[in-house]
């Protein structure tokens, strides 16, 4: 089906989305670096540990729609976004979601019949695959390439520094999908 409407979005019937969310704090993800023999390399963090959540819709040509959420996500920001996001549609669009409970929830349910008449369709992903969902590679790279050491000295850097990926998201970060 994905594969089905990737090639109906080629011929501009529809726009396919994914739709996922990703928490930042001030514990930086960092895998590995490399440093002189003897040295130790120390990234300062703070102790106050505010989780910064970002929710976005992303689409295989970079287009971005983020939503930004210092707090708790539940089922009711959810629906917010999705319903701000169903306002501004210009076509038939198609959004791929995994099976979180906050997504599979009876409020979230209720509010997709009003949401198909403003042309978006729900389409939920096999459990367990999160390699389908091709936002979460939008996360990874922040997490991991794109989020300078810097980010990490307080937590309204660390904002600033998620906000200016999100905005030069598309332009100077982007991601090469496979576009088959």
């Known amino acids: 089906m994905i594969h089905h409407l990737h090639a109906r979005e080629q011929q501009g019937e529809c726009a396919v989305w994914y739709f996922d969310s990703a928490g930042f704090c001030l514990t930086p993800s960092i895998p590995y670096a490399w440093q002189p023999i003897g040295s130790v390399l120390e990234v300062p963090t703070a102790t106050h540990n505010q989780r910064i959540n970002v929710l976005g819709f992303l689409t295989r040509h970079n287009a971005l729609v983020p939503y930004v959420i ?3 996500v539940d089922t009711a920001v959810v629906i917010e976004c999705f319903e701000q996001f169903s306002q501004q549609l210009n076509k038939r669009a198609y959004v791929f979601l995994d099976n979180a409970s906050v997504q599979k929830s009876r409020e979230f349910i209720r509010h997709i019949p009003q949401w198909v008449q403003r042309g978006l369709i729900i389409k939920y992903l096999p459990p367990y695959s999160p390699e389908l969902n091709l936002i979460k590679i ?7 390439y794109w989020m300078p050491f810097s980010a990490y000295m307080s937590s309204q850097s660390l904002l600033q520094s998620i906000e ?17």
Not at 164 to 180: E, N, S
């Open 70 to 72: 210092e707090g708790h």
């Open 138 to 144: 939008l996360w990874r790279f922040m997490k991991y």
């Open 164 to 180: 200016d990926i999100l905005q030069r998201f598309g332009t100077d970060y982007t991601i090469a999908f496979d576009m088959k």
